[in-house]
C-alpha cells in the first residue's frame, strides 16, 4: 500500500534552517505532484508547496516568500523540504502529500496520500 513518512522536524532558533524529507513507497513517484501541508495547533491544516509531476513547476504560499524550497528525487522515491529562515510562526506539524489528478492545488481534497506528519517547533 501507498506510505509516505515524513522526517526531519525538530526545534529550531528563529532564522535557524531544518530540512524535511518524505520517504514514499508503494507509489510512482513520477507520477503523482508532491505537496507540503502544516498544521499549527487550533488551526486548519493549510498548503506550503508543491512540486508538479510532469513540468516540474513549483507553487509556494505566499507566507513562505522564498524561503522555502520543495524538491524531490524520483529515482530515491523522496521528497524534500528545504525550510530556511525559519519564523515563530512557522511552528508547525508539516505533512506530505501526493496526487494524480486535478484540483485546486492549496485544497487537502485534492491529494490522496498523506504521511504522518513530523513536528517543527522554532523558537523565538
Known amino acids: 500500500q501507498v506510505q509516505l513518512v515524513e522526517s526531519g522536524g525538530g526545534l529550531v532558533q528563529a532564522g535557524g534552517s531544518l530540512r524535511l524529507s518524505c520517504a514514499t513507497s508503494?507509489?510512482?513517484?513520477?507520477?503523482?505532484?508532491m505537496a507540503w501541508f502544516r498544521q499549527a495547533p487550533g488551526k486548519e491544516r493549510e498548503f506550503v508547496a508543491r512540486?508538479?509531476?510532469?513540468?516540474?513547476?513549483?507553487y509556494y504560499a505566499d507566507f513562505v516568500k522564498g524561503r522555502f524550497t520543495i524538491s524531490r528525487d524520483n529515482a530515491k522515491n523522496m521528497v524534500y523540504l528545504q525550510m530556511n529562515s525559519l519564523e515563530p510562526e512557522d511552528t508547525a506539524v508539516y505533512y506530505c502529500a501526493a496526487g494524480d489528478r486535478s484540483g485546486i492545488i492549496y485544497y487537502t481534497s485534492t491529494y490522496d496520500y498523506w504521511g504522518q506528519g513530523t513536528q517543527v517547533t522554532v523558537s523565538s
Open positions: 512540486l508538479s509531476r510532469s513540468t516540474l513547476s513549483t
Open positions: 508503494g507509489l510512482t513517484l513520477s507520477s503523482y505532484d
